[in-house]
């Protein structure tokens, strides 16, 4: 009954949420600077021509009504049309979201696999000169912005080295095969190993600009909830009873040091979305954030709104369901009241 009551609760949550968000993207589609009308039929058309467009587009009745009809069109799954293509701009988003998640999805696995073991080797080595200098380091990536950190990968490795190919998802003259638009995956499902090898070389620069923040954000939280649970008692009996430190320190500690890593490892995806939108600019990436990005500098009014409306949504449920998966993780909070 009381997961029931906690899944009914966050599920109302989520939609009040979702609601503010129409608000809010709606209000700043109003107040940002520019006529949509007057964009949309360019800076030739008359007066006359800007009116009857602002008439069609319903932007000359009353903000409720306006307010009312964007929300109908949501529910119909009509994010509008963009200014600059005239495409749908939910299609458009749809066409670039697999290039971001393959982008975001790579960078988080390297984060967590890269982060864990740095938190782990920083907490059983405290007090000592490599905590100090992994501390340094998670301090530096943490406070270097992704953009310099692109660029500068950028610089060194294909500008300076010529170790790394130019920007894109793919080599020209190269076709990807359209399954699910994750380059690596479809190409490995289909044996394209050039391909793949191609796919792959193109990702490491941009993942690893987007993950080093990360890294560091997630090495500091780990060593912070494993320092906390290395001196709780059961760690204190588990060494008393000879247990090796290695064990102790993979199995007893990380396992507890990782609930609190959940929720914050979910969040950061926010965190990964608006930094892509730097990072996918500086390598020409075609996802979402250099959509965003594109949309922002032509004031392409319908697709700002509708990535951030698309981008909200998405994240308020992920929420949802890292506070499901959190529940399920941690005992205590599934253990019945009294």
Same mark, same amino acid.
């Given at each position: 009954?009381?997961?029931?009551?906690?899944?009914?609760?966050?599920?109302l949550?989520?939609?009040?949420?979702?609601?503010?968000?129409?608000?809010?993207?709606?209000?700043?589609?109003?107040?940002?600077?520019?006529?949509?009308?007057?964009?949309?039929?360019?800076?030739?058309?008359?007066?006359?021509?800007?009116?009857?467009?602002?008439?069609?587009?319903?932007?000359?009745?009353?903000?409720?009504?306006?307010?009312?009809?964007?929300?109908?069109?949501?529910?119909?799954?009509?994010?509008?049309?963009?200014?600059?293509?005239?495409?749908?701009?939910?299609?458009?988003?749809?066409?670039?979201?697999?290039?971001?998640?393959?982008?975001?999805?790579?960078?988080?696995?390297?984060?967590?696999?890269?982060?864990?073991?740095?938190?782990?080797?920083?907490?059983?080595?405290?007090?000592?000169?490599?905590?100090?200098?992994?501390?340094?380091?998670?301090?530096?990536?943490?406070?270097?912005?992704?953009?310099?950190?692109?660029?500068?990968?950028?610089?060194?490795?294909?500008?300076?080295?010529?170790?790394?190919?130019?920007?894109?998802r793919?080599?020209?003259?190269?076709?990807?095969?359209?399954?699910?638009? @994750? !380059?690596?995956?479809? +190409?490995?499902?289909?044996? &394209?190993? $050039? /391909?793949?090898r191609? %796919?792959?070389?193109?990702?490491?620069?941009?993942?690893?600009?987007?993950?080093?923040?990360?890294?560091?954000?997630?090495?500091?939280?780990?060593?912070?909830?494993?320092?906390?649970?290395?001196?709780?008692?059961?760690?204190?009996?588990?060494?008393?009873?000879?247990?090796?430190?290695?064990r102790?320190l993979?199995?007893?500690?990380?396992?507890?040091?990782?609930?609190?890593?959940?929720?914050?490892?979910?969040?950061?995806?926010?965190?990964?979305?608006?930094?892509?939108?730097?990072?996918?600019?500086?390598?020409?990436?075609?996802?979402?954030?250099?959509?965003?990005?594109?949309?922002?500098?032509?004031?392409?009014?319908?697709?700002?709104?509708?990535?951030?409306?698309?981008v909200?949504?998405?994240?308020?449920?992920?929420n @949802? !369901?890292i506070?499901? +998966?959190?529940?399920?993780? &941690?005992? $205590? /909070?599934?253990?019945? %009241?009294?």
């Amino acid at each position: 009954m009381a997961a029931a009551s906690f899944l009914v609760r966050r599920v109302l949550a989520t939609f009040v949420v979702l609601i503010a968000v129409t608000i809010l993207t709606f209000v700043i589609s109003h107040v940002i600077p520019g006529d949509p009308a007057q964009l949309i039929a360019g800076p030739r058309a008359g007066a006359a021509e800007v009116a009857q467009l602002r008439h069609a587009l319903g932007l000359d009745r009353p903000l409720h009504e306006q307010y009312a009809t964007y929300v109908v069109a949501l529910l119909h799954g009509d994010l509008g049309a963009s200014i600059v293509t005239g495409q749908p701009v939910l299609r458009e988003i749809l066409d670039r979201l697999p290039a971001t998640i393959e982008l975001m999805g790579l960078a988080l696995l390297l984060s967590v696999a890269v982060a864990v073991p740095l938190g782990v080797i920083a907490a059983a080595a405290r007090p000592s000169p490599l905590d100090t200098v992994l501390r340094g380091l998670s301090t530096v990536a943490i406070s270097t912005p992704r953009f310099w950190v692109a660029m500068l990968l950028l610089g060194l490795f294909y500008g300076a080295l010529q170790w790394a190919p130019p920007s894109g998802r793919l080599s020209p003259g190269l076709t990807p095969h359209e399954l699910t638009g @994750l !380059l690596t995956l479809d +190409s490995l499902l289909r044996g &394209d190993w $050039r /391909l793949l090898r191609d %796919a792959t070389a193109h990702l490491v620069l941009p993942v690893a600009a987007l993950a080093i923040g990360n890294i560091g954000t997630f090495a500091r939280i780990i060593r912070a909830a494993m320092i906390e649970v290395l001196a709780q008692d059961h760690i204190r009996t588990a060494r008393a009873a000879g247990i090796s430190q290695a064990r102790i320190l993979s199995v007893y500690a990380l396992r507890n040091a990782l609930l609190p890593f959940v929720t914050i490892a979910g969040l950061e995806l926010a965190g990964l979305l608006f930094g892509s939108v730097t990072v996918e600019s500086v390598f020409a990436w075609p996802g979402i954030g250099s959509y965003l990005l594109d949309a922002i500098l032509d004031l392409n009014f319908p697709v700002i709104m509708g990535v951030t409306l698309f981008v909200s949504i998405g994240y308020a449920v992920i929420n @949802l !369901l890292i506070d499901l +998966s959190y529940r399920c993780i &941690d005992p $205590r /909070l599934r253990a019945p %009241a009294g």
